[in-house]
C-alpha cells in the first residue's frame, strides 16, 4: 500500500465488474484519484484450479441454490491479506451496518470484503478466516458485491480529505443519533411555497437553533427508535 494511501479495499467476488462504475463516480472517484483510497476489485474465479474456473457447488444436505467453494475464497484471502487487514464478509446475519460502525472501519489500513452469492459461503471460511460480518439491512439481495459498494461508500467518507467540507459529516443524519434538519435552495419561492424567513436572517445563533429544533422533530416523527435510542444514549437532551 502506498505510503499516503489512508485505506486500501480490495473486493472478492463473482462479479467484481459490479463495482466499477460505482467507484468512478462522484466522491469515491475523487478519493481514488487522490491516492487517499485505493480500491480494488477481483474475481474469486482467479483462485480456482480446475480448466472450467468452478467456484461453487451443491450444498450439502440437498437443498436450492449453490455455494462458493471454500478452497478458492481460502486462497484469495491468505494471497491478499497482510497483518494490517479485515476480512468482512457481508451476509445478512452480520452486525448492521452503521455510521458508528462506518466511522469505526475507516481507521482501518486494509479491507478485504468477501462478498457472498446464491446461498452463501462455505462456512469454514466463516469460522476460519473471517473477522467481522456485516449486514447493510434485514432484505436479500443477489450478489454482495451491491452491499460491498454500501459499506465502501459508508466508510470512505469518514476519511479525512474526502469529503469537499469536514462539516458535512457533522450535518449528516445519524452523525449524532439524529436526523439532518430539511434544506433549501433558491429560488426563495417555489410553486407558491417560500423558505423559513430565519434561513434568510442572517442570524447563525439562530438558524442554528431552528436546525437543531428541525432535527429533533423530523427524529421524533420519522424515526421514533432513533430518539429512544438518543434518549437512552444521551446524558442530557439536546441544545436548542
Known amino acids: ?67 462458493l467453494k471454500p478452497e478458492p475464497l481460502a486462497r484469495a484471502i491468505g494471497d491478499i491479506k497482510r497483518t494490517e487487514s479485515c476480512v468482512i464478509y457481508l451476509c445478512p446475519d ?9 466511522e469505526e472501519l475507516a481507521m482501518s489500513k486494509h479491507l478485504i470484503l468477501l462478498c457472498g452469492h446464491y446461498e452463501g459461503i462455505d462456512e469454514r471460511i466463516r469460522g476460519k478466516y473471517v473477522d467481522q460480518e456485516i449486514s447493510i ?10 452491499a460491498a459498494a454500501v459499506v465502501i461508500d459508508a466508510v470512505v467518507r469518514y476519511i479525512p480529505g474526502v469529503l469537499g467540507s469536514e462539516q458535512s459529516l457533522q450535518q449528516d443524519s445519524f452523525s449524532d443519533g439524529l436526523l439532518a434538519f430539511p434544506q433549501y435552495t433558491r429560488p426563495e419561492t ?26 429533533i422533530l423530523r427524529t421524533k416523527q420519522r ?18
Open 1 to 67: 500500500m502506498d505510503a499516503e494511501c489512508a485505506l486500501r479495499v480490495d473486493v472478492l467476488s463473482l462479479f467484481p465488474g459490479m463495482l466499477s462504475g460505482f467507484t468512478a463516480e462522484s466522491m469515491l472517484s475523487r478519493a481514488v484519484r487522490s491516492g487517499i483510497v485505493q480500491i480494488t476489485s477481483r474475481s474469486i474465479r482467479e483462485w480456482t484450479t480446475d480448466k472450467h474456473a468452478i467456484a461453487d457447488d451443491r450444498p450439502f444436505g440437498g437443498g436450492a441454490g449453490m455455494v
Open 137 to 146: 439491512g434485514d432484505y436479500i439481495l443477489t450478489n454482495g458485491t451491491l
Open 94 to 102: 452480520g452486525k448492521l451496518l452503521s455510521s458508528e460502525l462506518a
Open 190 to 215: 417555489f410553486e407558491g411555497t417560500s423558505i423559513p424567513e430565519v434561513l434568510l436572517s442572517g442570524h447563525h445563533k439562530k438558524i442554528a437553533k431552528w436546525r437543531q429544533e428541525q432535527r
Open 223 to 240: 424515526r421514533p427508535d432513533l430518539w429512544e435510542k438518543f434518549l437512552k444514549s444521551s446524558k442530557s437532551l439536546p441544545e436548542i
